[in-house]
């Protein structure tokens, strides 16, 4: 337990053969290998995506290519992030020539699901693609431009069409590369999660299926079901972030990234509620559980999915951002994301923001069926979920509802074996009079 305003990993440098790491937001969850590792991907995708015979491009690939050739601002930021030096990454080679060989290489993603590795494993493939621009200026200011970001949502919508289909099943399966085989099934840990053995595919009917595989019954129990004072973890995630006293306005985009509760919660009359209040914010691993539960009993006030952007990344951080804090504190107020308010039963913890956020790729924000104005919820029932793709959650707190986050809860120092903080396991307590 620490009384610090943020408690956070610390700062610190790291090198790995010369080369920065890339953001933690990417490479922490395991959504990103070392340098090395991706580059060598890149190299074996631009080779497949070249193979083809047929190059033609998807239609909201094509909308990009129309974007870019008809706005100049957009041609202009998509050809210098090409021939710019990313501040945030050291690579060894150019892996892209032209805009034209990014949009194949887009392409080619749209085209497939991601395969499992035992090292050096790209659970994002778009983001490794646009990786390298994501860390120039150009890249920077075209990844928040608005048209940008709506043809950016067209191409992850087919690619999200795709992964929801039966097409998408081709890495579901025992040899190499497959996530069936014995070296994911233990990664994975498939012995959790529903499914059937002896079934093709164990049964699921596409990758995004497989992607939000539910738990067997009892594989994590709510903590203190009857004891409306413990709140429990709403999604498998491991601590990235509390921050109390968190202010109605703030500079969310410079180094510290401070929360800023109106951009967050997308200027809901909720934040005059909320304002010094607590936010703990986690990250999911990319082999992980990706659905939300409830961690308080209560009825919902509002849920809904808040439009953002998808491959931004916070700037202010320069040539630090392969350390913590990384940008996660910044995309939680930019990203797509879903807001669900809860006011729970419990008078003593009042109003409860749950803050699933998508980072990279698809990562859309499903809210569940009946999670609406009205409904009430028990704790540890399911929210929503992710599909595939990057994701971190907030969950927000009126001012004096927290007495102790628990130990597991607490982000570690840097340079310890971070600690996932299991689904509907206790995550605090509240004050009592």
């Known amino acids: 337990m620490t009384d610090d305003k943020h408690t ?19 490479q922490r969850g395991g959504w990103l290998p070392a340098q090395d590792e991706l580059e060598a991907w890149l190299d074996g995708h631009r080779s497949r995506a070249h193979e083809r015979e047929d190059r033609s491009l998807r239609p909201s690939v094509q909308a990009l290519a129309g974007l870019i050739a008809t ?48 090292h050096g494993m790209v659970s994002t493939p778009f983001a490794a693609v646009l990786d390298r621009t994501m860390g120039t200026p150009a890249g920077e200011a075209a990844y928040r431009n608005p048209r940008v970001n709506e043809a950016l949502h067209g191409i992850l919508a087919e690619w999200e069409e795709f992964l929801n289909s039966e097409d998408s099943l081709g890495t579901l399966h025992d ?75 703030d500079a969310f985009w410079v180094k510290s990234q401070p929360y800023s509760l109106e951009d967050l919660l997308a200027n809901d009359p909720a934040v005059d509620e909320l304002v010094g209040g607590v936010v703990y ?43 913590p804090p990384d940008s996660q504190g910044y995309l939680a107020h930019v990203a797509a994301r879903a807001i669900i308010l809860i006011d729970a039963d419990d008078e003593h913890i009042g109003l409860v923001a749950v803050v699933p956020v998508g980072m990279i790729d698809v990562s859309s924000c499903v809210i569940g069926d009946g999670i609406a104005e009205g409904a009430h919820v ?44 299991p689904v509907r396991s206790a995550l605090a307590r509240a004050h009592r009079d």
């Open 8 to 26: 956070s990993p610390s700062h610190h440098s790291s090198s790995n053969g010369g080369h920065q790491h890339r953001p933690p937001h990417l």
């Open 378 to 421: 028990s704790k540890g029932d399911e929210l929503g979920y992710f599909q595939f793709g990057g994701s971190t959650e907030c969950i927000i707190f009126q001012p004096g509802a927290i007495a102790e986050f628990a130990v597991d809860a607490i982000p570690q120092s840097a340079g310890r074996q971070p600690q996932v903080v």
């Open 175 to 249: 040899g190499p590369g497959g996530w069936m085989s014995e070296a994911a099934r233990t990664v994975v840990g498939i012995d959790q999660f529903q499914h059937d053995p002896e079934a093709r595919h164990w049964g699921f009917t596409s990758w995004n299926d497989f992607f939000t595989r539910r738990l067997r019954e009892g594989a994590r129990p709510v903590a203190s079901p009857d004891d409306d004072s413990v709140i429990v973890s709403s999604c498998e995630a491991t601590p990235y972030q509390i921050s109390r006293d968190v202010q109605r306005r």
């Open 281 to 323: 914010q986690a990250f999911l691993s990319a082999t992980n559980y990706h659905r939300w539960h409830a961690p308080v009993s209560g009825t919902i006030r509002r849920a809904w999915v808040q439009p953002g952007t998808y491959f931004s990344e916070a700037d202010s951080e320069g040539a630090d951002a392969a350390n």
């Open 71 to 118: 706005d100049p601002v957009v041609r202009m930021q998509f050809t210098l992030m090409l021939e710019q030096e990313p501040r945030t990454r050291n690579y060894a080679g150019q892996h892209i020539s032209s805009v034209d060989e990014l949009l194949l290489l887009i392409d080619e993603v749209t085209r497939t699901a991601p395969a499992f590795a035992e």
